[in-house]
Structures are given as C-alpha cells and as structure tokens.
T-cell receptor, first 114, second 113 residues
Framework: NAGVTQTPKFQVLKTGQSMTLQCAQD?????MYWYRQDPGMGLRLIYY???????DKGEVPNGYNVSRLNKREFSLRLESAAPSQTSVYFC?????????????FGQGTRLTVV | GENVEQHPSTLSVQEGDSAVIKCTYS??????FPWYKQELGKGPQLIID?????GEKKDQRIAVTLNKTAKHFSLHITETQPEDSAVYFC????????????FGTGTQLKVEL
C-alpha cells in the first residue's frame, strides 16, 4: 500500500499564480486533512474533511480552498498565491473522524512563492 | 480551542543518554495524546500515543507519561541512538472537539556520537 500520496513534491509559484495540491489515500479512510508546517510553528490545520462530501475550516483557512473529490482524494487550491503561503504542506488521513485513531501523513509538498 | 505548548524547541544529547520532551495542553476535555516523529524530508509518523485513562505507556526505549491534573504529558527516550535524531511533535485531541488534532511546535532532537 502506498498510504498517503501527495503531488507535486516541490513547486515554485509567482505571486498571484494559482495551483492545486493533490492528495490521495488508499487506506479507505474517512477523514482527510491539510496542514502547513512553518519553522517554529509546528503543524497548523488549514482544512479538513471528516467524511466524503463534507469540508470544514481549520486554524488557518484564509487564501485556500479544498475539494473532497471522492473518498480517496482531497485537494487543496491556492487561487492567488502569496509569499506568506511559502511553506511545506502535508496531507493526512485518519480511519475515523472521531476518537483516538492514528493520522497518516504524506511526504509533503514544499511550496515557494516568489 | 485547544492550545498545545512544547518544550524545548531544540535538544542535544550524547548517544546513550536519555531525552525528555514536555508538552502542556489547555483544554481539560482533551483525551488522546499522540507523539509523532518527523525525519528529514518525510511526513510525521506516529511513534506512541496515550489515552486519558492511562498515566504511562512504554514501548521499548520510548515512554509517555500523562498528568491530567497538571495538563501536561511528556515523551521519554532512553539509551538514545543517532537514528533517534529527528523532529518530534506532541498533539492533543478532544473528542467532539471539531475533529482536530492540535500539534505542538516541535522539538529538534540531535543525538551526538
């Protein structure tokens, strides 16, 4: 099993450009998440999807949109990239939305906005 | 919402020594506390977790302790090895708390030979 797969692994954007980060999981998990990781700030939740067909804002949703395309896939879109969105983005999934279930992370997308 | 503080931000130990990382949380309703290890260029991976009805849990060289009264939990790594060098994150989860794991800011552990 591949687990959680993110594409692309690296991306450089110019300010104002748009792009979509893709995430897919093959573990039949119900819940999926997008985090960003910045130095000294840990992992901050951008958006999440508790189950197919639902999405909710996390701690830092401004400037982002998401789509839960199906149970496997959860994409993150930057409509107009800004330098403040330079970060490493991680997608994660969990079997259940509630309770003490393990979160599995992808390998990350390193995004630079110039 | 939940707030998780983690200390220290960096930790350097000699191989064979013990390492301790501490976290505090704010929401007394938090009931699940996982620890993740992130190696360079990879995503975080669960190494151990503890539930609120347990005070301590061990897995080989790794242990986690939880003090619900003081709202803090700690990761203990004994007999450290170079492969333990990584960033470690604590997290807290509240059942019914909006389906979110709240992470600490991370600890860069370096095990020196």
């Amino acid at each position: 099993n591949a687990g959680v797969t993110q594409t692309p692994k690296f991306q450089v954007l110019k300010t104002g450009q748009s792009m979509t980060l893709q995430c897919a999981q093959d573990m039949n998990h119900n819940s999926m998440y997008w985090y960003r990781q910045d130095p000294g700030m840990g992992l901050r939740l951008i958006y999440y999807s508790a189950s197919e067909g639902t999405t909710d804002k996390g701690e830092v949703p401004n400037g982002y949109n998401v789509s839960r395309l199906n149970k496997r896939e959860f994409s993150l879109r930057l409509e107009s990239a800004a330098p403040s969105q330079t970060s490493v983005y991680f997608c994660a999934s969990r079997r259940l939305p509630e309770g003490d279930t393990e979160a599995f992370f992808g390998q990350g997308t390193r995004l630079t906005v110039v | 919402g939940e707030n998780v503080e983690q200390h220290p931000s960096t930790l350097s130990v000699q191989e064979g020594d013990s390492a301790v990382i501490k976290c505090t949380y704010s929401d007394s309703a938090s009931n699940y506390f996982p620890w993740y290890k992130q190696e360079l260029g990879k995503g975080p991976q669960l190494i151990i977790d503890i539930r609120s009805n347990v005070g301590e849990k061990k897995d080989q060289r790794i242990a986690v302790t939880l003090n619900k009264t003081a709202k803090h939990f700690s990761l203990h790594i004994t007999e450290t090895q170079p492969e333990d060098s990584a960033v470690y994150f604590c997290a807290a989860y509240v059942t019914g708390g909006g389906n979110k794991l709240t992470f600490g800011t991370g600890t860069q552990l370096k095990v020196e030979l």
